[in-house]
Nanobody, 125 residues
Framework: VQLQASGGGLVQAGGSLRLSCAAS????????MGWFRQAPGKEREFVSV????????DYADSVKGRFTIARDNAKNTVYLQMNSLKPEDTAVYLC???????????????????WGQGTQVTVSS
């Protein structure tokens, strides 16, 4: 599967952005989808994950209550709605696909087989 992330940009603290990740192929609904982020000089970190059906989600503590993950399997797309953005949210955001259902939902980058190219999110103070 090929992934294409979009929706990043420059926003002031307290603002909102919605990221999208469009997937190719007809088996999107079989993939667990995750969002990760990587800031300069830092390791890639888990942000959020959603199950194949969209019925289960999980979030990093740092974004819980501010970010919402969703998916539309008919459109082969996963979304990340980011509200109340903070300067520390600044990073390249990447979507990733885990090629089967999994419980608990995977939060480790190494468990994901497919990655998009990333979209830059910059939050100014």
């Amino acid at each position: 599967v090929q992934l294409q992330a979009s929706g990043g940009g420059l926003v002031q603290a307290g603002g909102s952005l919605r990221l999208s990740c469009a997937a190719s192929g007809r088996t999107f609904s079989r993939y667990t989808m995750g969002w990760f982020r990587q800031a300069p000089g830092k390791e890639r970190e888990f942000v959020s994950v959603i199950s194949e059906s969209g019925g289960s989600t999980d979030y990093a503590d740092s974004v819980k209550g501010r970010f919402t993950i969703a998916r539309d399997n008919a459109k082969n797309t996963v979304y990340l709605q980011m509200n109340s953005l903070k300067p520390e949210d600044t990073a390249v955001y990447l979507c990733a696909a885990h090629p089967k259902g999994s419980f608990p939902l995977p939060k480790v980058p190494g468990l994901y087989n497919y990655w998009g190219q990333g979209t830059q999110v910059t939050v100014s103070s």
